[in-house]
């Protein structure tokens, strides 16, 4: 992990006390720290990075995962108008 990853990584955690590898760990689902989960991290990163860290870090993949699910909470609707967007362009390209 490259040093501005672990920056932008520190920034939207910066009122918990969690390394960003653990943070990477609770993205992937691993129970690493207590009263966290996945959907928790990534709406974090998705509420909290910007597009290009957010793409670079956290990655469309485990974005689409879980977007249905996690949608909802997002308190930015142009955010989420943002995301559905990125997302609707990379299935029809990869439908293609």
Do not use: Q
Not at 72 to 80: A, F, K, L
């Amino acid at each position: 992990m490259t040093e501005k990853a672990k920056e932008a990584i520190r920034r939207i955690l910066w009122d918990y006390r969690i390394t960003p590898e653990e943070y990477l760990k609770i993205l992937d689902g691993e129970d690493c720290a207590p009263g966290f989960d996945r959907l928790w991290a990534l709406r974090r990163a998705v509420e909290g990075m910007n597009y290009y860290d957010l793409i670079e870090i956290v990655g469309l993949d485990r974005i689409a995962r879980d977007w249905d699910a996690l949608k909802p909470s997002i308190r930015s609707r142009s955010r989420v108008k943002g995301i559905d967007y990125v997302l609707g362009k990379v299935s029809l390209s990869a439908s293609r």
